[in-house]
């Protein structure tokens, strides 16, 4: 793959991720904390945002080594789970935005590549750009929905889950990076059947 192909995938995940983190801190505003608006967090500029690893590194390599998909973080958007209003819901609907908020992008983008079938014209690389933020934002979705800690699909989980489940959750906290790392090099691949499914599901076409 050429280095500008590199860049251009690692500058779609790069915005779908902050984006993603401000989803979390708008949410934690709406329910009654603003540590994100105090600190500076709830901006676009991707400088605030930027995790070195995470949201440059990271996908590089997958890039260049041709992953199923795309998958990053930046630095978690802070927020005190004790200033909500309602503190399960608060948690659960503060986890939750972010994978809304990439959900939604891929949605959107999706109806807009069926729409476009129907113009003969269009611009060199249109469905270049739009296939490549659906499937990103799909990727990381899929990729936050896993109930690993820190993934945002731990925290909608331990907030569903009744107290008597508190052991595990701690097992779940106390081991995540050997986990989430188990997870990544030997299961990710699982997540690419549901991508590709819908992929198909919001823009009509096959993936490849």
Known sequence: MEPIDIIFYILILLFSIVIHEVSHGFMAEYFGDDTARNEGRLTLNPIKHIDPFGSIILPAILVIVKAPFLFGWAKPVPYNPDNLTNKRWGTFWVASAGVLANIFIA???????????????????????????????????????????????????????PQSWYRGMIFLEEYSIFLLLAFIFFFSRWLYPILVFLYRLFTGLALF
């Open 107 to 161: 949605l959107l983008f999706g109806i807009i590549i069926r729409i476009s079938a129907s113009f003969v014209l269009l611009p060199e690389g249109f469905y270049l750009i739009t296939s490549s933020i659906v499937i990103v934002n799909l990727g990381l979705a899929l990729f936050n929905l896993v109930p690993i800690p820190p993934l945002d699909g731990s925290k909608i989980l331990f907030a569903l889950l």
